[in-house]
C-alpha cells in the first residue's frame, strides 16, 4: 500500500484517479462567492436592509389626505396643491357660499354616505375622546346628518354657513395667514363610539382669511413728469398674489378711483411701469395712480382679499427730448438740460460747448 493508510488505500481503490489533496465537499462558484466573499455578504445584507425599511415605510392607509375641498362658489382651484380658502367675500354670505368635497375611496369598497365632523389644525377627530363636548376639540357638521356621495365621490349641497354653525369654524379671523382647519369624513357610523382606523375616514385642509394684506407703500415723490412712469414700492411682507391698479382724473381720491383694467404685477414685483399714451393723457394732462394688494385666499388668482389703495401718485403726460430720450429716464424731465429762453430744445447749445471742449483739449495738449 506503499504507506497509504488502511482508508487512503480503500478511497483510491475505488477511485484512484483522486489525489491525497482531495475535497469530499467543494461549493460551487457562486455559493463559493456568496460565503467567502465579506463584500458580497455586506450587499446581500444592504438589499436585504433596504427592502425590509421600503416595506416597513409603505403606506398603510390611503384616505387621510387626499380628501378634497374641489369647488367654492363654483369656482374651481388652479391646482390641487393649492391652499383651500374661504375669504372675507365668502363670509359676508356663509348660507350662500357653496362648496363640495372630493373623498377618496377604494374601488373596491364604494362610499354611499358619510359623517363629517371639523376641528382645527391637529384636533385628532379621529379619536373618540374628541368628540365629546368635554374636549370641545371636534363638532359634527350639518347636525351630524349623513352626507351623500354622488358619482366621482362627491359631497355637494354644503354651505360655509355648515362649517361656521359648529361655532367652531371663525369667520372674524384677523390672522394673515388664515386660520387652519380640518374636515373629518367618515365611512361609517360606527364612528359614533370608538376610534376610528385610518381607512375609515378622510381629512380635508381648508382656512378662513377675512384679512386683508396692507396697502403697497408706493413712492409719490417727486411727481412723474414726462411720457413714460415707473411706479415704485418696498417688497412686502404680506402672504400676496398680485398688485391691481387705479387712477383718479379728477382729484387725489382712492375712494372715487377706477380700475385700469389689464394691468396687474405679480407677487413680486416692486414696480410697475405706465405710459402717458397708455393711460390716454394729452400734452400736460394729469391723473393720480393708485395701487392694491390682493391675497392668496381664493380659488382663483385676483379674487382673494385685496387691501386698501395706497396714497396717490400725480403723474403728468410731457414731451421729453434730448437728454432724457438718451438714458431712457425721462420721468420728471421734460426737455433736455440745455434750453434757449423761449423753451425749445436747443441742439445749437450742445454744439458749442462740445467745440469749446475740444478747443480746451487741443489747447492743453498744445502746451
Not at 382647519?181 to 378622510?202: I, M, W
Not at 407677487?267 to 411701469?273: D, E, F, K, P, R
Not at 478747443?359 to 498744445?366: E, H, I, T
Amino acid at each position: 500500500m506503499s504507506g497509504l493508510g488502511v482508508e487512503e488505500w480503500r478511497i483510491m481503490s475505488v477511485c484512484p484517479r483522486l489525489s491525497r489533496k482531495y475535497k469530499a465537499f467543494e461549493p460551487a462558484p457562486l455559493a463559493r462567492g456568496l460565503h467567502s466573499s465579506k463584500a458580497m455578504r455586506n450587499r446581500i445584507l444592504f438589499l436585504f436592509s433596504l427592502g425590509t425599511a421600503l416595506t416597513a415605510f409603505a403606506p398603510t392607509s390611503f384616505a387621510q389626505a387626499l380628501d378634497l375641498i374641489t369647488l367654492i362658489n363654483d369656482e374651481g382651484f388652479v391646482s390641487e396643491a393649492q391652499d383651500r380658502y374661504f375669504n372675507a367675500a365668502n363670509c359676508e354670505d356663509p348660507a350662500g357660499t357653496s362648496f363640495q368635497e372630493r373623498i377618496t375611496t377604494d374601488p373596491a369598497s364604494p362610499v354611499v354616505e358619510v359623517y363629517l365632523w371639523v376641528g382645527g389644525q391637529g384636533s385628532d377627530c379621529h379619536l373618540e375622546a374628541n368628540r365629546t363636548d368635554i374636549t370641545d376639540r371636534c363638532r359634527p357638521v350639518a347636525g351630524g346628518a349623513a352626507q351623500t356621495v354622488v358619482g366621482n365621490n362627491l359631497i355637494e349641497g354644503l354651505t360655509l354657513a355648515d362649517l361656521t354653525d359648529t361655532e367652531l369654524v371663525d369667520c372674524s379671523n384677523t390672522a394673515l395667514q388664515g386660520q387652519p382647519y380640518e374636515l373629518y369624513a367618515f365611512r361609517d357610523l360606527e364612528y359614533a363610539s370608538q376610534d376610528v382606523p385610518p381607512e375609515a375616514y378622510g381629512i380635508a385642509n381648508f382656512f378662513v382669511d377675512v384679512t386683508p394684506p396692507n396697502p403697497p407703500n408706493v413712492r409719490t415723490e417727486p411727481p412723474g413728469f414726462g411720457e413714460s412712469f415707473n411706479m415704485e414700492w418696498p417688497q412686502p411682507t404680506d402672504d400676496l398674489q398680485l398688485y391691481r391698479f387705479y387712477r383718479n382724473d379728477v382729484e387725489d381720491d382712492p375712494d372715487t378711483a377706477t380700475l385700469i383694467e389689464g394691468v396687474t404685477a405679480d407677487l413680486n414685483a416692486t414696480s410697475q411701469n405706465f405710459t402717458a399714451a397708455g393711460l390716454g393723457l394729452e400734452q400736460d394732462e394729469s391723473t393720480y395712480l393708485y395701487a392694491t394688494a390682493v391675497d392668496k385666499a381664493s380659488a382663483v388668482p385676483g379674487n382673494g382679499n385685496e387691501g386698501d389703495k395706497s396714497a396717490g401718485w400725480m403723474v403728468t403726460a410731457a414731451e421729453t427730448a434730448g437728454f432724457c430720450d438718451a438714458t431712457g429716464a425721462c420721468t420728471g424731465c421734460s426737455v433736455s438740460p440745455i434750453s434757449m429762453i423761449g423753451g425749445a430744445p436747443s441742439s445749437a447749445a450742445w454744439m458749442l460747448g462740445l467745440l469749446f471742449a475740444a478747443a480746451v483739449g487741443v489747447w492743453r495738449l498744445r502746451r
